[in-house]
């Protein structure tokens, strides 16, 4: 949006290039690139053209003559051999004719000198070039996504100064509103005024922010003709890259292009030297933008428009006044300057004041260098434009630094946005949901709890839920915690097809899709519907899947597989970030739904919304839907869990951000449940070891210890409750002595040894415990008060004998004291066997060796079966091989078996015994495993499983120096050894034993003695001799092995040893530093092995398996569940209840905390001073505003004053009171007298509006290029003199014709004398386009009907009925309207009604008129009116109580249809907000008021 001067510039600036191309070698391309490139290059050759003079007629105007230049503005030998051919041909130079289209010679990548390694784009284009041509090459080749807004800068092309602080905040406002709504920002791409100040800014944003923050789009769209230094762009290959010097010194009146733009579309005309070629073009392909939708083609909203004025002269005015009367809002600068000042001065002033002397007044001001250059025409022009502008005050936003209200360029800008959108068609409805759709495209939750989330409007879920989704897809958590808060519900929300949606549009970096799509592979789950292109659906069964995975086997698939898979392999289309209604649901229309395996019950909103943020690493999204979650501790672990299993995917920073969010979470589990123990320790428990339904019925427990959270598992709480479940029935403070010895005399038990826990309960008991504080908790469980009054009835008796000594030897703690004893029970009498009796026949101890083995190879046999959860065999086999010491024993036990199989072979007696000699070592290792659960023997034992970790690495490491040395050392010593035992011993064995001290005798001559080594290598017990010399002495150099000797010991045992060293005492020190923490959650194993083992040791174990097994086989066996219980339904709510009572309380101390913080103070401090500074630079702006407007009122006084003195001086002289000559001259500013002898202003009716028309008085009559004469308001009455008026007479042909056909009318029907507009001028004679001078007679049926419901009563806002009416929509026209129009002769109805019904229903509304109702008759405000034809309408109310009319019925079926007629048709709700074709909307208003409806 440029200005349309043209600006003659000399021929001697033209640049002198003609027909050489530069070429650049690349030294290397990669093949990507390259493809990019040619596929570019052909697609540009075949659709994007250039134009170039084709016919040389000499320019011989003033300064162009002689020098050869043609009218074009190129120099003759710019031009081919063909175009100067013509050139004795003497023809008037016609760019139509004589200028043509080639394919373009310009386009490529472009960077500029000195500018760092920015690389932009351009482009040479005709002026003709169609604009979905440029938008596909922007979109497609260019890379650029779809803008969620265009920004149209337009101002002054010149070099201006802007306050410094005005500046800045134009600067911020336009990158912060661009980066923050993904906006495309349009300019004339040159490097000077406005656009020099859009590039700065970019520059400045990129200068200061990351490659991650994405970059800014600034598109700049220039004349091809007026580029400065443009011979570097050309090539008819294209430049990948043109490199482009900014040279401002030379560039003369051209002008250069600016280097901080991003794109650039450069206009060719075919001439060179002429500003604002661009602008047709570009106004083109702004509008054609405009027009495209953020969602999907058919539905949607369309991408908004906004035009940001800074300064600008004429130009600049033209382009304001043609993008508001198209809809499109402005934002003026104040302060920047000539227009933008001028309009910003009168654009709160009643339009009654806006008057042509006010305007004159302005341009003095602001204008006052260029001022003379002003005609009385265009003073008009400018007046009329500038009350028009005024007028739509909808359209129209003026930033303002001193108001106090307008911090922000930004802000402002999408305020004007959305200002504009409540006056567009929103189908009679309120324009609220366009307007949150635009606040969430442009992720501006500022704007939207300001201007949208007000008391006005009251949101309902429903209303909220596809801008929620839009929310979630777009990764916006403001507008997601916005909306939760204002309405949305996650029940209602979150259905099936919702949550598919989300997963079906998981972006294709998603660690998460990578897991599902080789599972999916693997399990060949894709499936390609026929005749359509390959696409694939993910259903959640396959999101179930993958999170068992990632969850372990820990927990139940959260949604079931379907019987039939095929119902739900159904194509997924590509949905959009910005998402319409429509959109969304025909998206959800595209799921089929099993009925059958419908799993609508399974659905847990909070959950799986919860799971879609995790597995999308959506940050903050999932810390909002955590806060709602009720069970938040299982949700915590979960995502801790599954973060850390995708975390292991890569390597990378995505990797190490989820594994910092996993351990946020954990914390966040961490405090909850230290809220919730603090609280209540029973309930606490319950916690960990209640059944999670949400989560497959697993615990916060087992979910911990499968998450590897080892803080959380050593809370105190959590410590306590395993505590507890290791001692069982017995008091968790019994001494380990009195343990040991009621083991082998439990007679003991009875006399009170032995504590048990209900005993101690029973003696602590405080019947005040009870009672909980209403502060503290909700109302106890039905199932607390039984456990509780249960106790209070063992209060009145002891324990049992046989209760006491079943709980005494059940306990976990006994059982493990009794396996301990007998585990070295076994491994003494295993050792006795092997040393003392191991004979051929096996005697009645090695028997018994057996059976004790036989019996722990029965409790390894159903530990891999004991399934308390019901997981199944292959989930349950997964979890038993996940553990080691389950390897190991498997192993021992093989191996065992092994050498037993051995040992009953009597030719491998020998090698059995050797086998379970070695076994005999690994069963001695598990002791290791035993005795974890010791607090000080565990973190020992766990440092050396470390060390055990760390030595294999060293290993590496020394054998890469031993065999190294070995090799080359066994190479000089011996010659040709054969015996490989010998070189191994050489090589490796010797060289291993060295590193401790070892010194190898043959490594120099001093010890040698020949008889104590084999010279030919044929003694099998001794080593070869070195190579010898002639008296049998080695021959080989000593020095160089023991140089050699001492580089190997220096590396081997002093630097890789003591790096061993380094690396045991960093195990040791990590160890040791979390050695409480490790060993905690260490014993958790140990714990579950032995709650669920029997009470029975080996090899007595057998007795208990016996049982389990006559059990299982004759009556239902009972399951002992790890650690885990399910409540009762009402328990268990409100226990989650009460645990998310106590995560708000966690949450409130969290926020707390976070406010006290030093870094919060300072961040607070911080806002504050830069508040305060922001106060004071508004001051300062707005005294020095005042100062200024004192001193021009001052100017404007002492000019009035000088009139004065002038005018007595006159009168004085003209009575005689002196001579002519000595009048003294004062000097007084020129004048310009428009008829301003009489200053009418503007007649205002009652209520406010104008009185005279406006539509009428359109600059542009419609439908055609014919200008009106600019009439203002005070000069429309007839009565006002208005000398200077001189309107243009226009008779549209095409009307004249067809009427000529209908009606001969005769001169002295009509004539332009005595038929005059009966409400004023309107700036054009003649007929335009209506039939007749004078009035033309119309027709506007209103047919209404009352709005009904789906239940057929009638709809209400309020206590009033809500009306519809049938409103139809023409192409010429973008409003609504009445289907009536201007009657031709014979006519009784309008040509628009007739085209909507068939010749029986026009009979039938015809003999309706009569008894109708009239509602208007009169003028008609309509824009083809004339001085000399106007239109007067006849409106009349058809109106419909019975819905089973057959008009209306006819009706409905057409507003069903597209209509072939060009013509589109609907029932709109009858509503104030309604833009509606000329004064249509108070005719409405009438007929609401008629019938009591709603308006």
């Given at each position: 949006?440029?200005?349309?001067?043209?600006?003659?510039?000399?021929?001697d600036?033209?640049?002198?290039?003609?027909?050489?191309?530069?070429?650049?070698?690349?030294?290397q391309?990669?093949?990507?690139?390259?493809?990019?490139?040619?596929?570019?290059?052909?697609?540009?050759?075949?659709?994007?053209?250039?134009k170039?003079?084709?016919?040389?007629?000499?320019?011989?105007?003033g300064?162009?003559?002689?020098?050869?230049?043609?009218m074009?503005?190129?120099?003759?030998?710019?031009?081919?051999?063909?175009?100067?051919?013509?050139?004795?041909?003497?023809?008037?130079?016609?760019?139509?004719?004589?200028?043509?289209?080639?394919?373009?010679?310009?386009?490529?990548?472009?960077?500029?000198?000195?500018?760092?390694?920015?690389?932009?784009?351009?482009?040479?284009?005709?002026?003709?070039?169609?604009?979905?041509?440029?938008?596909?090459?922007?979109?497609?080749?260019?890379?650029?996504?779809?803008?969620?807004?265009?920004?149209?800068?337009?101002?002054?092309?010149?070099?201006?100064?802007?306050?410094?602080?005005?500046?800045?905040m134009?600067?911020r406002?336009?990158?912060?509103?661009a980066?923050?709504?993904?906006?495309?920002?349009?300019?004339?791409?040159?490097?000077?005024?406005?656009?020099?100040?859009?590039?700065?800014?970019?520059?400045?944003?990129?200068?200061?922010?990351?490659?991650?923050?994405?970059?800014?789009?600034a598109?700049?769209?220039?004349?091809?003709?007026?580029?400065?230094?443009?011979?570097?762009?050309?090539?008819s290959?294209?430049?990948?890259?043109?490199?482009?010097?900014?040279?401002?010194?030379?560039?003369?009146?051209l002008?250069?292009?600016?280097?901080?733009?991003?794109?650039?579309?450069?206009?060719d005309?075919?001439?060179?030297?002429?500003?604002?070629?661009?602008?047709?073009?570009?106004?083109?392909?702004e509008?054609?933008?405009?027009?495209?939708?953020?969602?999907?083609?058919?539905?949607?909203?369309?991408?908004p428009v906004?035009?940001?004025?800074?300064?600008?002269?004429?130009?600049?005015?033209?382009?304001?006044?043609?993008?508001?009367?198209?809809?499109?809002?402005?934002?003026?600068?104040?302060?920047?300057?000539?227009?933008?000042?001028?309009?910003?001065?009168?654009?709160?002033?009643?339009?009654?004041?806006?008057?042509?002397?006010?305007?004159?007044?302005?341009?003095?001001?602001?204008?006052?260098?260029?001022?003379?250059t002003?005609?009385?025409i265009?003073?008009?022009?400018?007046?009329?434009?500038?009350?028009?502008?005024?007028?739509?005050?909808?359209?129209?936003t003026?930033?303002?630094?001193?108001?106090e209200?307008?911090?922000?360029?930004?802000?402002a800008?999408?305020k004007?946005?959305l200002?504009?959108?409540?006056s567009?068609?929103?189908?009679?409805?309120?324009?609220?949901?366009?307007?949150?759709?635009?606040?969430?495209?442009?992720?501006?939750?500022?704007?939207?709890?300001?201007?949208?989330?007000t008391?006005?409007?009251?949101?309902?879920?429903?209303?909220?839920?596809?801008?929620?989704?839009?929310?979630?897809?777009?990764?916006?958590?403001?507008?997601?915690?916005l909306?939760?808060?204002?309405g949305v519900?996650?029940?209602e929300?979150?259905?099936?097809?919702?949550?598919?949606?989300l997963?079906?549009?998981?972006?294709?970096?998603?660690?998460?899709?990578?897991?599902?799509l080789?599972?999916?592979?693997?399990?060949k789950?894709?499936?390609?519907?026929?005749?359509?292109?390959?696409?694939?659906?993910?259903?959640?069964?396959?999101?179930?899947?993958?999170?068992?995975?990632?969850?372990?086997?820990?927990?139940?698939?959260?949604?079931?597989?379907?019987?039939?898979?095929?119902?739900?392999?159904?194509?997924?289309?590509?949905?959009?970030?910005?998402l319409?209604?429509?959109?969304?649901?025909?998206?959800?229309?595209?799921?089929?739904?099993?009925?059958?395996?419908?799993?609508?019950?399974?659905?847990?909103?909070t959950?799986?919304?919860?799971?879609?943020?995790?597995?999308?690493?959506?940050k903050?999204?999932?810390?909002?839907?955590?806060?709602?979650?009720?069970?938040?501790?299982?949700?915590?672990?979960?995502?801790?869990?599954?973060?850390?299993?995708?975390?292991?995917?890569?390597?990378?920073?995505?990797?190490?951000?989820?594994?910092?969010?996993?351990?946020?979470?954990?914390?966040?589990?961490?405090?909850?449940f230290?809220?919730?123990?603090?609280?209540?320790?029973?309930?606490?428990?319950?916690?960990?070891?209640?059944?999670?339904?949400?989560?497959?019925?697993?615990?916060?427990?087992?979910?911990?210890?499968?998450?590897?959270?080892?803080?959380?598992?050593?809370?105190?709480?959590?410590?306590?409750?395993?505590?507890?479940?290791?001692?069982?029935?017995?008091?968790?403070?019994?001494?380990?002595?009195?343990?040991?010895?009621?083991?082998?005399?439990?007679?003991?038990?009875?006399?009170?040894?032995?504590?048990?826990?209900?005993?101690?309960?029973?003696?602590?008991?405080?019947?005040?415990?009870?009672?909980?504080g209403?502060?503290?908790?909700?109302?106890?469980?039905s199932?607390?008060?039984?456990?509780?009054?249960?106790?209070?009835?063992?209060?009145?008796e002891?324990?049992?004998?046989?209760?006491r000594?079943?709980?005494?030897?059940?306990?976990?703690?006994?059982?493990?004291?009794?396996?301990?004893?007998?585990?070295?029970?076994?491994?003494w009498?295993?050792?006795?066997?092997?040393?003392?009796?191991?004979?051929?026949?096996p005697?009645?101890?090695?028997?018994?060796?057996?059976?004790?083995?036989?019996?722990l190879?029965?409790?390894?046999?159903?530990?891999?079966?004991?399934?308390?959860?019901?997981?199944?065999?292959?989930?349950?086999?997964?979890?038993?091989?996940?553990?080691?010491?389950?390897?190991f024993?498997?192993?021992?036990?093989?191996?065992?078996?092994?050498g037993?199989?051995?040992?009953?072979?009597?030719?491998?007696?020998?090698?059995?015994?050797?086998i379970?000699?070695?076994?005999?070592?690994?069963?001695?290792?598990?002791?290791?495993?035993?005795?974890?659960?010791?607090?000080?023997?565990g973190p020992?034992?766990?440092?050396?499983?470390?060390?055990?970790?760390?030595?294999f690495?060293?290993?590496?490491?020394?054998?890469?120096?031993?065999?190294?040395?070995?090799?080359?050392?066994?190479?000089?010593?011996?010659?040709?050894?054969?015996r490989?035992?010998?070189?191994?011993?050489?090589?490796?064995?010797?060289?291993?034993?060295?590193?401790?001290?070892?010194?190898?005798?043959?490594?120099?001559?001093?010890?040698?003695?020949?008889?104590?080594?084999?010279?030919?290598?044929?003694?099998?017990?001794?080593?070869?001799?070195?190579?010898?010399?002639?008296?049998?002495?080695?021959?080989?150099?000593?020095?160089?092995?023991?140089?050699?000797?001492?580089?190997?010991?220096?590396?081997?045992?002093?630097?890789?040893?003591?790096?061993?060293?380094?690396?045991?005492?960093y195990?040791?020190?990590?160890?040791?530093?979390?050695?409480?923490?490790?060993?905690?959650?260490?014993?958790?194993?140990?714990?579950?092995?032995?709650h669920?083992?029997?009470?029975?040791?080996?090899?007595?174990i057998?007795?208990?398996?016996?049982?389990?097994?006559?059990?299982?086989?004759?009556?239902?066996?009972?399951?002992?569940?790890?650690?885990?219980?399910?409540?009762?339904?009402?328990?268990?709510?409100?226990?989650?209840?009460?645990?998310?009572?106590?995560?708000?309380?966690?949450?409130t101390?969290?926020?707390n905390?976070?406010?006290?913080?030093?870094?919060?103070?300072?961040?607070?401090?911080?806002?504050?001073?830069?508040?305060?500074?922001?106060?004071?630079?508004?001051?300062?702006?707005?005294?020095?505003?005042?100062?200024?407007?004192?001193?021009?009122?001052?100017?404007?006084?002492?000019?009035?004053s000088?009139k004065?003195?002038n005018?007595?001086?006159?009168?004085?002289?003209?009575?005689?009171?002196?001579?002519?000559?000595?009048?003294?001259?004062?000097?007084?500013?020129?004048s310009?007298?428009?008829?301003?002898?009489?200053?009418?202003?503007?007649?205002?009716?009652?209520?406010?509006?104008p009185?005279?028309?406006?539509?009428?008085?359109?600059?542009?009559?419609?439908?055609?290029?014919?200008?009106?004469?600019?009439?203002?308001?005070?000069?429309?009455?007839?009565?006002?003199?208005?000398?200077?008026?001189?309107?243009?007479?226009y008779?549209?042909?095409?009307?004249?014709?067809?009427?000529?056909?209908?009606?001969?009318?005769?001169?002295?029907?009509?004539?332009?004398?005595?038929?005059?507009?009966?409400?004023g001028?309107?700036?054009l004679?003649?007929?335009g386009?209506?039939?007749w001078?004078?009035?033309?007679?119309?027709?506007?049926?209103?047919?209404?009907?009352?709005?009904?419901?789906?239940?057929?009563?009638?709809?209400?806002?309020?206590?009033?009925?809500?009306?519809?009416?049938?409103?139809?929509?023409?192409?010429e026209?973008?409003?609504?309207?009445?289907?009536?129009?201007?009657l031709?002769?014979?006519?009784?109805?309008?040509?628009?009604?007739?085209?909507?019904?068939?010749?029986?229903?026009?009979?039938?509304?015809?003999?309706?008129?009569?008894?109708?109702?009239?509602?208007y008759?009169?003028?008609?405000?309509?824009?083809?009116?004339?001085?000399?034809?106007?239109?007067?309408?006849?409106?009349?109310?058809?109106?419909?109580?019975?819905?089973?009319?057959s008009?209306?019925?006819?009706?409905?079926?057409?507003?069903?249809?597209?209509s072939?007629t060009?013509?589109?048709?609907?029932?709109?709700?009858?509503?104030?907000?309604i833009p509606l074709?000329?004064?249509?909307?108070?005719i409405?208003?009438?007929?609401?008021?008629?019938?009591?409806?709603?308006?």
């Open positions: 949006m440029l200005t349309v001067h043209e600006i003659e510039i000399h021929p600036e033209v640049d002198t290039y003609h027909g050489s191309f530069i070429s650049r070698n690349r030294s391309i990669f093949f990507s690139t390259h493809q990019k490139q040619h596929c570019i290059r052909s697609w540009i050759k075949e659709n994007i053209r250039k170039e003079c084709k016919y040389y007629v000499e320019n011989t105007a300064e162009f003559s002689g020098k050869e230049i043609c074009c503005g190129y120099r003759k030998a710019s031009h081919s051999e063909e175009a100067v051919k013509h050139e004795e041909f003497l023809e008037t130079w016609d760019p139509k004719r004589h200028v043509s289209e080639e394919p373009t010679d310009a386009y490529g990548d472009i960077t500029f000198t000195g500018s760092g390694q920015n690389v932009g784009k351009f482009v040479r284009v005709s002026s003709d070039t169609k604009p979905d041509t440029l938008y596909k090459l922007m979109r497609d080749h260019w890379g650029l996504n779809v803008p969620n807004l265009l920004i149209s800068v337009t101002g002054g092309a010149k070099n201006f100064n802007m306050k410094p602080r005005l500046k800045n134009f600067r406002g336009l990158i912060k509103v980066r923050s709504t993904g906006a495309w920002i349009v300019t004339g791409g040159s490097h000077a005024g406005v656009m020099k100040h859009v590039g700065e800014a970019v520059r400045d944003y990129t200068m200061s922010s990351s490659s991650k923050d994405g970059k800014i789009v598109i700049g769209i220039a004349t091809w003709g007026i580029v400065h230094n443009r011979k570097c762009l050309v090539s290959e294209g430049k990948f890259p043109a490199e482009y010097t900014l040279d401002e010194e030379s560039q003369g009146r002008s250069c292009l600016d280097t901080n733009h991003s794109h650039f579309i450069l206009v005309n075919g001439t060179h030297g002429k500003y604002g070629v661009e602008i047709a073009l570009r106004g083109k392909l509008k054609f933008i405009c027009e495209q939708t953020l969602g999907s083609t058919d539905n949607g909203i369309k991408i906004v035009c940001v004025v800074l300064e600008g002269g004429p130009g600049t005015l033209d382009t304001i006044y043609s993008a508001m009367m198209n809809g499109t809002p402005c934002v003026v600068m104040e302060g920047s300057g000539r227009v933008a000042d001028v309009i910003a001065q009168v654009a709160n002033l009643p339009l009654s004041e806006i008057t042509i002397s006010h305007i004159q007044k302005q341009l003095k001001t602001y204008f006052a260098e260029d001022f003379k002003f005609s009385d265009k003073i008009l022009e400018w007046t009329k434009k500038i009350q028009d502008i005024v007028r739509m005050q909808q359209l129209l003026v930033f303002r630094l001193e108001k209200d307008q911090n922000d360029v930004d802000v800008i999408i004007a946005l200002k504009a959108s409540k567009l068609d929103n189908q009679g409805k309120e324009n609220w949901d366009h307007q949150l759709k635009l606040a969430v495209a442009w992720n501006r939750v500022d704007i939207a709890k300001s201007e949208i989330f008391d006005d409007k009251q949101w309902k879920s429903i209303d909220l839920s596809d801008v929620m989704l839009a929310a979630l897809l777009g990764d916006k958590p403001d507008f997601v915690k909306f939760l808060e204002n519900h996650l029940k929300f979150l259905t099936e097809k919702r949550l598919l949606a997963y079906n549009n998981l972006p294709p970096t998603s660690l998460f899709l990578r897991r599902i080789k599972k999916q592979e693997e399990e789950l894709y499936m390609k519907k026929p005749g359509t292109s390959s696409s694939w659906s993910i259903q959640l069964y396959h999101v179930s899947d993958v999170l068992c995975d990632l969850l372990g086997s820990i927990i139940k698939p959260l949604y079931p597989r379907p019987r039939d898979r095929s119902t739900h392999a159904v194509p997924i289309p590509h949905i959009r970030i910005n319409g209604s429509n959109d969304l649901e025909s998206f959800q229309n595209s799921i089929p739904m099993d009925t059958k395996g419908s799993i609508v019950e399974l659905l847990d909103p959950r799986d919304l919860f799971i879609w943020a995790i597995l999308e690493n959506r903050e999204i999932a810390d909002i839907i955590w806060q709602l979650s009720q069970d938040c501790i299982a949700t915590a672990l979960a995502a801790s869990k599954i973060l850390k299993e995708l975390a292991k995917e890569e390597d990378t920073d995505l990797s190490e951000d989820m594994g910092a969010l996993a351990e946020q979470y954990e914390k966040q589990a961490i405090g909850v230290t809220e919730c123990h603090q609280r209540d320790e029973l309930r606490a428990q319950k916690l960990l070891t209640r059944e999670s339904g949400a989560w497959g019925n697993t615990t916060c427990l087992h979910l911990a210890v499968e998450a590897n959270n080892k803080n959380f598992v050593a809370q105190g709480g959590v410590q306590t409750l395993l505590t507890q479940i290791w001692w069982g029935e017995l008091a968790v403070d019994t001494r380990m002595w009195k343990v040991l010895l009621c083991m082998f005399l439990f007679p003991l038990i009875y006399t009170g040894l032995i504590t048990f826990r209900r005993d101690g309960e029973i003696k602590k008991r405080n019947p005040q415990r009870d009672i909980m209403s502060n503290d908790s909700v109302a106890l469980s199932t607390e008060k039984k456990m509780r009054s249960r106790s209070r009835g063992l209060s009145e002891n324990l049992k004998p046989l209760t000594l079943s709980g005494f030897y059940s306990s976990p703690a006994v059982i493990f004291y009794w396996n301990v004893l007998s585990y070295f029970g076994f491994l009498l295993f050792a006795y066997v092997l040393m003392m009796d191991f004979q051929v026949t005697s009645w101890k090695e028997l018994l060796l057996y059976i004790w083995l036989f019996t190879v029965c409790e390894e046999i159903r530990q891999f079966f004991h399934d308390p959860d019901g997981f199944g065999f292959r989930r349950k086999a997964v979890i038993y091989f996940s553990d080691p010491w389950n390897q024993d498997v192993v021992s036990i093989c191996i065992f078996i092994a037993l199989a051995c040992r009953l072979t009597p030719t491998a007696f020998y090698e059995g015994r050797i379970l000699a070695l076994d005999f070592n690994i069963w001695c290792l598990h002791l290791m495993a035993i005795f974890t659960v010791n607090k000080n023997l020992k034992i766990i440092i050396v499983k470390r060390m055990m970790k760390d030595i690495f060293f290993l590496f490491l020394l054998v890469v120096w031993v065999v190294a040395y070995g090799v080359a050392n066994q190479a000089i010593l011996v010659h040709n050894e054969e490989l035992e010998w070189i191994f011993r050489g090589a490796v064995y010797e060289p291993y034993l060295t590193i401790f001290g070892h010194i190898p005798e043959k490594i120099d001559h001093k010890d040698f003695d020949i008889s104590r080594c084999t010279v030919a290598g044929t003694d099998p017990l001794k080593p070869k001799c070195p190579v010898l010399s002639d008296n049998n002495q080695p021959a080989f150099p000593h020095w160089v092995t023991i140089i050699f000797l001492c580089i190997y010991l220096l590396f081997a045992n002093i630097l890789l040893l003591n790096l061993l060293i380094a690396m045991f005492n195990t040791f020190q990590d160890v040791q530093d979390n050695t409480d923490k490790i060993w905690k959650f260490q014993r958790y194993g140990l714990i579950v092995e032995y669920s083992q029997p009470p029975f040791p080996p090899p007595l057998i007795f208990s398996h016996l049982h389990l097994l006559i059990e299982r086989i004759f009556c239902k066996p009972k399951t002992r569940k790890h650690f885990k219980e399910k409540l009762p339904e009402n328990e268990e709510t409100v226990l989650l209840s009460w645990e998310t009572f106590m995560k708000e309380n966690y949450l101390d969290l926020r905390e976070l406010n006290q913080s030093t870094d919060n103070k300072i961040r607070d401090t911080s806002e504050k001073v830069g508040m305060m500074v922001d106060s004071l630079e508004r001051d300062k702006e707005r005294q020095c505003g005042i100062v200024e407007k004192r001193l021009a009122h001052l100017e404007e006084q002492a000019l009035q000088a004065a003195l005018w007595i001086m006159n009168a004085l002289k003209n009575k005689g009171y002196g001579c002519q000559d000595e009048v003294p001259l004062l000097s007084v500013s020129n310009k007298s428009i008829d301003t002898a009489d200053m009418n202003s503007t007649e205002e009716s009652e209520d406010g509006k009185q005279y028309h406006l539509n009428a008085r359109q600059l542009i009559y419609p439908a055609s290029s014919v200008k009106r004469f600019p009439v203002p308001d005070e000069k429309v009455p007839w009565e006002v003199q208005f000398a200077a008026y001189s309107p243009t007479i008779n549209s042909d095409s009307v004249s014709r067809a009427n000529s056909e209908n009606h001969k009318e005769s001169s002295d029907v009509a004539s332009t004398e005595n038929c005059k507009n009966p409400v001028r309107t700036g004679e003649g007929k386009k209506l039939y001078f004078g009035p033309n007679r119309a027709l506007d049926p209103i047919i209404t009907r009352w709005k009904r419901s789906s239940d057929d009563s009638v709809s209400k806002t309020g206590t009033k009925k809500v009306l519809e009416f049938i409103a139809i929509k023409c192409k026209y973008d409003r609504w309207a009445f289907p009536g129009g201007v031709q002769v014979g006519e009784t109805l309008p040509k628009r009604l007739k085209q909507l019904l068939n010749t029986k229903l026009q009979e039938e509304v015809q003999s309706m008129l009569g008894a109708a109702t009239k509602v008759e009169g003028y008609v405000d309509d824009p083809r009116n004339t001085d000399n034809a106007w239109v007067e309408t006849t409106a009349i109310n058809i109106h419909f109580d019975d819905t089973k009319h008009v209306l019925e006819y009706l409905n079926t057409m507003c069903l249809q597209d072939n060009g013509i589109s048709v609907r029932w709109q709700v009858v509503d104030q907000k074709y000329g004064n249509h909307k108070e409405l208003q009438k007929v609401a008021q008629i019938h009591n409806a709603h308006y």
